[in-house]
């Protein structure tokens, strides 16, 4: 690949910023209604992302979040509904011509939206390997479909520099492509390509692997559906690829003796006639009610060997409420 493939991502979201792309990721989604929330149409024209890093318990008005990769401004928008504060989102961008249309959006967005004031978010020029934010500041980030635009060496650099800036227990939200069928070289060094999000997605043990090796301790898998097809014929491919979007948390707490949490949506249900089970390593289940359980806890139940105790699979959407 080449060493200016960062360029070339500049390159495209420049032209993104000038002129919207309908068929840039999910450019033409339609994003959720909040009470009292008007998203200018300009917003929506560019909402380029792969998914979603906007979930109502994650937020609260006292925090302040960090957007890496401004975009049109949807997402900043959205979580400065939330906080509702001065400087209370930062949005960090390296291509400028972006920042000036988010700049545009907010203005717009201020005008349809009487509780919103631009001053709520802070436009910062800067790139996702430096962030220009303080250490420990953080309490939310958020990221959609960018980090799989990164080669092996920068993506973690961007998971520490985010990590960097989060406090204590803060929560990073990402929205990436993957795929479990390896991307053939050809396509991963073609640098237009992967700016488009198209071959430069991991599998999902894979990116959940560089989530963790940074040292978050907790992962949720909130998300996971089809995103785009690498047709064969187009791409020169021995057979399709399927890519996917998958959303997920992941927590800066620090990571367990035994291993990371990682919750992929399994649930373990006890069915016996006791009033209640207890693995005696802090996870009690009460007979018939689904607990969710992180899949290193699955794997524990399961060697249990049990009759009366069972695991469900993956459902790779995981709502909460889990045993750690």
């Not at 500041?137 to 520490?160: E, G």
């Not at 430069?200 to 301790?217: E, H, N, R």
């Not at 909130?222 to 959303?247: F, H, K, M, N, V």
Request: hydrophobic share 40%.
């Amino acid at each position: 690949m080449s060493s200016n493939y960062m360029e070339a991502t500049q390159d495209l979201y420049r032209e993104a910023a000038i002129t919207p792309q309908d068929t840039l990721c999910c450019a033409s989604a339609t994003p959720f209604a909040l009470p009292g929330l008007v998203v200018p149409e300009e917003m929506t024209a560019m909402n380029y992302g792969c998914g979603t890093t906007v979930n109502v318990r994650d937020l609260k008005p006292d925090m302040n979040v960090l957007y890496v990769g401004v975009g049109g401004g949807l997402e900043a928008l959205q979580f400065a509904y939330f906080t509702r504060r001065p400087g209370s989102v930062i949005a960090v961008d390296s291509v400028p011509e972006m920042l000036d249309k988010a700049r545009e959006n907010f203005e717009i967005a201020a005008q349809l939206n009487d509780w919103f004031d631009p001053s709520f978010v802070t436009l910062l020029e800067g790139d996702a390997l430096d962030l220009p934010v303080p250490d420990g500041t953080v309490d939310l980030a958020a990221q959609n479909c960018l980090f799989n635009i990164f080669m092996s060496q920068d993506l973690q650099k961007a998971l520490s520099e985010i990590k960097r800036t989060l406090r204590p227990h803060g929560a990073l939200v990402l929205s990436d492509p993957i795929s479990e069928t390896p991307i053939p070289d050809a396509l991963k060094q073609d640098d237009r390509l992967r700016a488009m999000c198209l071959s430069g997605a991991l599998s999902l043990q894979d990116y959940v692997d560089c989530i963790t090796d940074t040292g978050f301790g907790t992962v949720e898998i909130r998300g996971r559906r089809p995103y785009r097809l690498l047709d064969a014929r187009r791409y020169g491919l021995q057979e399709d690829i399927l890519l996917e979007s998958i959303e997920l948390a992941a927590f800066n707490d620090p990571v367990p003796s035994d291993g990371p949490c990682v919750f992929t949506g399994r649930m373990v249900i006890y069915t016996g006639d006791n009033e209640y089970f207890d693995d005696e390593n802090g996870h009690i289940v009460v007979p018939d009610v689904p607990l969710a359980v992180c899949d290193k806890t699955s794997k524990c139940f399961e060697d249990f060997g049990r009759d009366d105790m069972h695991v469900t699979p993956s459902t790779f959407h995981y709502a909460g409420g889990g045993c750690c």
